[in-house]
């Protein structure tokens, strides 16, 4: 038992002992690769940088495209497709949440009106984002323009459904406002494919 133990730590001390010599060949050989790549993230920051500045709503491009990764690389087209994932997020998360609004109220008139902005919301989840998100991968910039602006048009009309009705006014006033400026960013970033 024990002189089998010592042949497996053996054999595990020397495959380890390969590995470590793997690594710094391989550390050698990519040195580099390694080098560029520190670069590319250096420039991925700056880059994000200048894409927001022509967005209208820099902050929140930042801290949209600083957490998530830009793929399928860091280019225009990679930052249209994570404000398009990040719409759909979010997009899906304030159905989530009107659904359940829907299920909580005894109040006909509210509830009316909240499932008239699930009906705005059910179309872009399942239908218009998801068509945006293919368009930008396909290259197809102008029908992801045309997409967004209709997902656009249909939460103003939710927002609209509870303008003036008072305290109902704020269910949900703050996520249509996030979601209307993370529209605003993406159709300004396909702007910017559309010119380039
Ligand atoms: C909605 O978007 C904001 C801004 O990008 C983000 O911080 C938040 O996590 C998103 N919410 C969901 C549910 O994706
Ligand atoms: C707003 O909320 C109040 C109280 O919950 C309710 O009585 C009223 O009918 C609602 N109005 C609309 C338009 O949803």
Do not use: W
């Not at 399928?72 to 659904?99: C, F, H, Q, R, W």
């Not at 979601?179 to 960013?185: A, N, P």
Request: with cysteine; proline share 4%; net charge positive.
């Amino acid at each position: 038992m024990r002189s089998f133990s010592f042949a497996s730590v053996l054999s595990y001390s020397t495959s380890s002992f390969q590995v470590l010599h793997l690594l710094l060949v391989a550390s050698l050989l990519f040195r580099p690769t390694h080098q560029s790549s520190d670069l590319g993230t250096t420039s991925k920051g700056d880059f994000i940088d200048q894409i927001c500045r022509k967005t209208p709503f820099y902050d929140l491009c930042m801290a949209t495209l600083h957490s998530n990764p830009l793929t399928p690389k860091p280019d225009l087209k990679g930052a249209a497709l994570v404000m398009v994932n990040n719409l759909l997020a979010n997009a899906s998360d304030t159905l989530n949440y009107i659904e359940g609004l829907i299920k909580q109220t005894s109040d006909q008139q509210l509830e009316q009106a909240l499932a008239f902005c699930a009906e705005s919301y059910i179309p872009i989840v399942k239908y218009i984002l998801p068509q945006a998100a293919d368009a930008v991968s396909q290259g197809r910039f102008g029908f992801a323009s045309y997409c967004v602006s209709d997902a656009a048009k249909e939460i103003s009309n939710c927002d609209k459904k509870f303008s003036g009705s008072g305290q109902n006014k704020s269910l949900l006033e703050d996520r249509n406002g996030i979601l209307q400026k993370l529209v605003g960013v993406a159709a300004a970033i396909m702007k910017l494919l559309l010119k380039g």
